[in-house]
């Protein structure tokens, strides 16, 4: 085989090397980036789906808050905000696992992509939960809802993201913790903290609201971290010759 055809040139001066290293660090910059984007709008989008009138309210006091049209637009923004932090975290896992390449275990990338998709799927079902009867009043002109229709939603919301969605990022982080130690794309200190942090969340019984913002803060340090080193790869890169 002719060695310019092995070498190959994809643009004028380039070899195709330092073309394809070029492209391969575009991947972990993706990932610091739509982690980052994740992360922000996660917490944006429940701390306006938390605001709900509080406990013990009686009919009159639920009918008032429901009612209220800055209550309505709060609600509905966080509510319409939150599948985009999904979207997000479907970039976040595709740019993972395009950044392990080769090294992808087929067994962990099942149980990454699983417990990923999983995250996702309980978290939109809280939010629908959450803002099932707040849509229902603002978008179809029904009336509020009663104290144990109310107790029920926000029941339901707390078990699927406190319950299922929780121990979802818990192998999520497990996973991701266990790929980064295997394949050293991640520093040995963040590793460890994540498997902390995952088994903390993967046995816990709390449904304190700020519990929740732990899995998002882990994966806004891992995105600064990729985004880091994404940097000093693009540093050592060697420059293209003429």
Avoid: C, N
């Avoid at 009919?59 to 509905?76: F, H, N, S």
Wanted: aromatic share 14%; proline share 6%.
């Amino acid at each position: 085989m002719d060695p310019a055809d092995e070498r190959g040139k994809l643009g004028p001066g380039e070899p195709a090397v330092v073309v394809a290293v070029g492209r391969e660090l575009h991947t972990p910059a993706a990932a610091g980036v739509v982690g980052l984007v994740f992360a922000v709008l996660f917490v944006v989008s429940l701390a306006l789906l938390y605001r709900e009138p509080p406990r013990d309210s009686t009919a009159a006091q639920i009918a008032v808050w429901y009612l209220q049209t800055r209550t309505k637009t709060i609600g509905i923004v966080g509510l319409y905000l939150l599948p985009f932090a999904g979207i997000a975290f479907l970039w976040f896992i595709a740019a993972i696992r395009s950044r392990i390449g080769g090294y992808e275990d087929r067994f962990f990338a099942t149980v990454f992509l699983g417990s990923g998709i999983l995250f996702v799927a309980m978290l939109y079902a809280a939010a629908a939960a959450a803002g099932a009867s707040l849509a229902a009043v603002r978008f179809q002109g029904a009336p509020p809802p009663s104290p144990d229709v109310f107790v029920f939603a926000r029941g339901l919301a707390y078990t699927f993201l406190y319950v299922y969605g929780v121990r979802a990022a818990a192998v999520f982080m497990i996973v991701t913790s266990t790929i980064g130690l295997r394949t050293k794309v991640l520093p040995r200190w963040l590793v460890f903290l994540g498997f902390a942090i995952a088994l903390v969340l993967l046995f816990s019984v709390s449904y304190f609201k700020g519990f929740v913002f732990i899995f998002p803060a882990w994966v806004a340090v891992v995105s600064v971290e990729i985004l880091i080193r994404a940097r000093s790869e693009r540093r050592e890169l060697p420059a293209p010759t003429a």
